[in-house]
C-alpha cells in the first residue's frame, strides 16, 4: 500500500495516518529473538494492529485515491472536517467508475461479515445470541444499505477506524494484565499440586529467577537524549560527540517520507530491550519484552506527537529535543520494577475463570447426556431393526413350509412359477441358433420318442 506522500500533514491523520498505523510493526517477528537491523525495505511483516475491517479499509482508500477531485478535496481539508463528516459529502462527486468500484466492495465486506456472523451464530446457538456484539461489527458501514457505498458509510469507515485505533493501546494493556494474571495463577495451581518440600523449591527457584531478571543494566528513558545517542554510536556507528537531532531523524525516517512512524519508533528501543530480555534466558519472558517495546513507543509518541495522529514530524521531533525531559528525564520503569495487578484483581480474575470452568462443566455434561440419549436411541432402533428381521425371515420359513415360494426384500418372488422362464433358459432354436421356437412347433428329439418303429 502506497502512502499519500503529497498530502499536508493535517490530512495523513485520516487516511494516511490510519494506513501507517495499521502498516506499523514491530522490529521482530519471531517473539523469541532480538534483532538490531530495521525492517528491509519490501519485507513483508506481520501487522500488529488488527482490525477486524482493514483490508476494506484499504481497498476503499486504495479506490479513493485514483479519483482526481476527491484527493484534490483532501488536500485542502484540515483535520475537524475530515473528523465531522464534511469530506464524506465530497464522494457524491467522485467519478462513476469509482462509485461502482466502491459499490462492489461494500457489498463485498457486506457478505463476508453476514458470513462470519452466521458463522458464529451457528456455534453459540445453544448459549445463547448476544445481539449486540454481533451488531458491533457492522459499525464501520451502513448495513441497512448494502448494496452502495455512501457517504454515510465513509464517514462511519472513518469514525470507527479512529476510535479502534485510539483504543488500541488500552486493549492492549488490559489483554497484558490479563496474561500476567494467568500466569501467575497457573503457577499457584501447580504448587497446590506440590508437596510441601517440593513446593518451597519451586518457591525459591522462582524468587531467583525474578532477581536474575531484575539484575540488568540501567535502561535510558525512551526517547531521552541519552538514549538516542546510545543508538546514535552502538547502531549508527557515529561519534556519540558530533550527535546531531536533525540527522538522527533523517537517518531513521528509513522509508523518507518525513515523519516517525510506530514501526520506525520501535526500532529504536531495541538497543534498550536487550539490557533486560535475552530468548536464551529462562527467566525471561518475550511476551513481556513486545509489550515493553510497545510501551516505550506509546510513551515516546505522548510525550512527542503534539497532535495525536500517530506520526512525529521532524518540527515535533525538534521540539520535544529542547525540553527540560529530554536532557534530564527521570528513571525508566521496566515490567519487573512495576506491580502489574494487586491481590484483589488476581482474586477477581480467578472467580472469573472458576465461572468459565463451572459453565464449561455443564456445558460438557449436558453434551454426554445428549450423546448418551443419541446412543441410547440408536441402540432402540438397532434393536427394533433386528426384531423385524426376525420377524420376516419367520414369515419366509413359513412360507416354504406351505410350499409358496419366499418374498425379497422388495417382496418380489424368488421362485418363479411355471411357465416361466429366467433369461438364458429359453428353448434354443432347432438349428442350434438363439431364436425362440416359433408357435406350434415341437421339439425333434420329442417327436422321436413317441414314434413307433416297424
Request: some cysteine; aromatic content about 6%.
Amino acid at each position: 500500500m502506497k502512502r499519500l506522500l503529497v498530502l499536508p500533514q493535517q490530512c495523513l491523520l485520516l487516511i494516511s495516518c490510519l494506513l501507517m498505523a495499521l502498516e506499523a510493526v514491530p522490529i521482530d517477528i519471531d517473539k523469541t529473538k532480538v534483532k538490531a537491523e530495521g525492517h528491509v525495505e519490501g519485507e513483508k511483516v506481520e501487522n500488529p494492529v488488527r482490525l477486524y475491517y482493514d483490508e476494506y479499509l484499504r481497498q476503499v482508500i486504495d479506490v479513493l485515491e485514483t479519483d482526481k477531485h476527491f484527493r484534490e478535496k483532501l488536500q485542502t481539508a484540515d483535520i475537524e472536517e475530515i473528523k465531522s463528516g464534511k469530506l464524506s459529502r465530497e464522494l457524491d462527486l467522485v467519478s462513476h467508475h469509482v462509485r461502482t468500484r466502491l459499490d462492489e466492495l461494500k457489498r463485498q465486506e457486506v457478505a463476508r461479515l453476514r458470513m462470519l456472523i452466521k458463522a458464529k451464530m451457528d456455534s453459540i446457538q445453544d448459549t445463547g445470541i448476544d445481539h449486540q456484539a454481533l451488531l458491533k461489527q457492522f459499525e464501520h458501514l451502513n448495513h441497512q444499505n448494502p448494496d452502495t457505498f455512501e457517504p454515510k458509510d465513509l464517514d462511519m469507515l472513518i469514525k470507527a477506524a479512529t476510535s479502534d485505533l485510539e483504543n488500541y493501546d488500552k486493549t492492549r494493556h488490559e489483554e497484558f494484565k490479563k496474561y500476567e494474571m494467568m500466569k501467575e495463577h497457573e503457577r499457584r495451581e501447580y504448587l497446590k499440586t506440590l508437596d510441601e518440600e517440593k513446593r518451597k523449591r519451586e518457591e525459591h527457584k522462582f524468587e531467583e529467577m525474578k532477581k536474575k531478571h531484575g539484575d540488568h543494566p540501567k535502561v535510558h528513558h525512551p526517547g531521552s537524549k541519552d538514549q538516542l545517542k546510545e543508538v546514535w554510536e552502538e547502531a549508527d556507528g557515529l561519534d556519540p560527540n558530533e550527535f546531531d537531532p536533525k540527522t538522527f531523524f533523517k537517518l531513521h525516517d528509513v522509508n523518507n517520507d518525513g515523519f516517525l512512524d510506530e514501526q520506525e519508533l520501535e526500532a529504536l528501543f531495541t538497543k534498550e530491550l536487550e539490557k533486560v530480555y535475552d530468548p536464551k534466558n529462562e527467566e525471561d519472558d518475550m511476551v513481556e519484552m513486545e509489550e515493553e517495546r510497545l510501551r516505550m513507543r506509546e510513551h515516546v509518541m505522548n510525550e512527542v506527537d503534539i497532535n495525536k495522529d500517530r506520526l512525529v514530524t521532524l518540527e515535533e521531533f525538534l521540539r520535544a529535543t529542547e525540553k527540560k525531559e529530554f536532557l534530564e528525564p527521570d528513571s525508566w520503569e521496566t515490567l519487573d520494577q512495576q506491580q502489574l495487578f494487586t491481590e484483589d484483581e488476581l482474586k477477581d480474575f480467578e472467580n472469573h475463570i472458576s465461572q468459565q470452568e463451572d459453565e464449561l462443566r455443564k456445558k460438557a455434561e449436558e453434551l454426554q447426556k445428549q450423546k448418551e440419549e443419541l446412543q441410547r436411541q440408536h441402540d432402540q432402533l438397532q434393536a427394533q431393526k433386528q426384531e423385524l428381521q426376525q420377524v420376516v425371515k419367520q414369515m419366509e420359513q413359513k412360507k416354504l413350509q406351505q410350499g409358496n415360494p419366499p418374498a425379497g426384500p422388495g417382496g418380489e418372488l424368488k421362485i418363479q412359477p411355471p411357465g416361466e422362464h429366467k433369461a438364458g433358459d429359453a428353448p434354443k432354436h432347432p438349428a442350434g441358433g438363439d431364436q425362440p421356437l416359433p408357435p406350434g412347433h415341437v421339439q425333434e428329439s420329442a417327436v422321436r420318442t413317441d414314434k413307433v418303429h416297424p
